[in-house]
């Protein structure tokens, strides 16, 4: 019997997924306080978002 | 001056605290969360376990590649030791991905990359956590 959960994720929904759980994991070891968490979360959410996408289109004149 | 002098080393103590935080690091790396957990840090604790939990859940059903002690290069071996930071999650990542790894596509290409930052993750917690029982983090 085979109870594997498989996930197929899109590039996007998987960077967003690791960013998001990375961005809370470090929020919450690097922060005390409720908000300065909220804040420094949602800080480095859209840092990595921002680092990724770049990246992304950075790469994208040599991808052909 | 007379300070200075009057000033005897605590050994004991000392050589006691040590071993309680290198009990919690190591109680931190086995069950992600529980070194926070058993400092009374509940918050960090439940963040730990979820976002490594979440990791390793999300790593194995991409099926990324599950490293084992049997590599053939360095980068096996380093794999390995990344995954190995999981603690018991890499057990739970191993039983949950029971059709092996298919790194022929991008998701599990990715799932590898989950369960090694799951596992250097848990080692940051952990080394969190040993910091936090010698008093250096609040």
């Known amino acids: 019997m085979s109870a594997a959960i ?3 994720l899109s590039h996007l929904q998987a960077m967003l997924l690791f960013a ?18 909220i804040k420094y979360i949602v800080w480095l959410l859209f840092l990595f978002l921002l ?14 | 001056m007379t300070d200075e002098i009057a000033a005897p080393p605590a050994p004991r103590a000392d050589s006691r605290s040590e071993a309680f935080a290198l009990g919690i690091a ?28 979440l990791l390793v859940f999300f790593g194995a059903g991409m099926r990324g590649n599950v490293f084992t002690s049997s590599g053939n290069d360095a980068f096996d071996t380093l794999g390995y030791l990344a ?4 603690g018991s999650f890499y ?30 993750l848990n080692l940051l917690a952990a080394l969190h956590a040993y910091e936090a ?6």
């Open chain 2, 133 to 138: 029982a010698r008093g250096r983090k609040a």
């Open chain 1, 51 to 64: 680092i990724g996408v770049g990246i992304g289109w950075a790469m994208y004149p040599f991808s052909r």
């Open chain 2, 83 to 86: 995954d190995l930071g999981a």
């Open chain 2, 91 to 120: 057990f739970v990542a191993r039983s949950l991905e029971s059709n092996g790894p298919d790194v022929s596509r991008a998701d599990g290409d990715y799932g590898t990359r989950f369960l090694a930052a799951a596992g250097v």
């Open chain 1, 20 to 37: 998001l759980v990375i961005s809370i994991a470090f929020g919450f070891l690097s922060r005390r306080q409720p908000i300065e968490r």
């Open chain 2, 26 to 53: 190591v109680a931190g790396w086995i069950v992600p969360g529980l070194g926070h957990a058993l400092l009374k840090m509940w918050g960090r604790a439940l963040a730990c376990f979820l976002t490594v939990g």
């Open chain 1, 6 to 8: 498989v996930f197929g």
